[in-house]
């Protein structure tokens, strides 16, 4: 089983600053990894994806995320964030093998302001 | 969120009630998910079904049943509502395994 752990449950940051969401994950066997945002009183949109090649692995939006298999970390960035990027990211998980479901953290709510 | 439409949007449930919460999907995805999301735990799987006729278990499947009667549908019933059931419910879809879900808007659901 797979587990993911997010530790920063609010970030805030001013706009146009840079900012870092972290993600942990703890698996025995080889994983894809996923981010997805939340916004207010919306589904889940699919932000990038890990499977497999280059560990830097960039997305929608101007955010890009690292694999790090050694520090078994997917953390997620973006160099200047913008107001329309408060919102709640969702760093997910899934073995190689089934691929059959996700497992996700508990999230981190964005909070951009002037 | 095109494509994955649940109904309904919003629902008031009395404890002892029975409810079923629909999920339509028009991508031809084989597989089909649904997960509720509460506040402080993020998104946990209630049951998922990997093709047309097959249902499984998630993480929390206690007090839910499921159906799969079609490709296209995917339905949640509760059958004897509990106020530990007030969540928001999302079905979820995808092909080729967990290559992107695509996310409906979600259910919101009370239980007084």
């Known amino acids: 089983a797979q587990s993911v752990t997010q530790l920063d449950s609010q970030v805030p940051v001013f706009e146009e600053a840079p900012v870092e969401l972290r993600c942990n994950y703890s698996?025995?066997?080889?994983?894809?990894l996923f981010w997805y945002v939340q916004y207010p009183n919306q589904g889940l949109q699919l932000l990038l994806k890990?499977?497999?090649?280059?560990?830097l692995v960039k997305g929608i939006n101007g955010f890009e995320a690292e694999f790090n298999k050694s520090q078994t970390s997917f953390h997620l960035r973006k160099p200047s964030v913008h107001i329309s990027d408060t919102a709640e990211y969702f760093c997910?998980?899934?073995?190689?093998?089934?691929?059959?479901?996700?497992?996700f953290g508990t999230g981190t709510r964005l909070q951009v302001t002037l | 969120n095109a494509g994955v439409t649940q109904t309904p949007k919003f629902q008031v449930l009395k404890t002892g009630q029975s409810m079923t919460l629909q999920c339509a999907q028009d991508?031809?995805?084989?597989?089909m998910y649904w997960y509720r999301q509460d506040p402080g735990m993020g998104l946990r799987l209630i049951y998922y079904?990997?093709?047309?006729?097959?249902?499984d278990k998630g993480e929390v499947p206690n007090g839910y049943n499921v159906s799969r009667l079609n490709k296209r549908e995917f339905s949640l019933r509760l059958e004897s509502a509990a106020p530990s059931q007030t969540s928001v419910y999302f079905c979820?879809?995808?092909?080729?395994?967990?290559?992107?879900?695509?996310f409906g808007s979600g259910t919101r659901l009370t239980v007084v």
């Open positions: 991508m031809n995805h084989n597989s």
């Open positions: 997910a998980v899934t073995d190689t093998g089934t691929a059959s479901k996700l497992t």
């Open positions: 979820a879809t995808s092909s080729e395994g967990v290559y992107g879900y695509t």
């Open positions: 890990y499977l497999s090649g280059s560990t």
């Open positions: 698996s025995s066997v080889s994983v894809y």
């Open positions: 079904s990997a093709s047309e006729g097959t249902t």
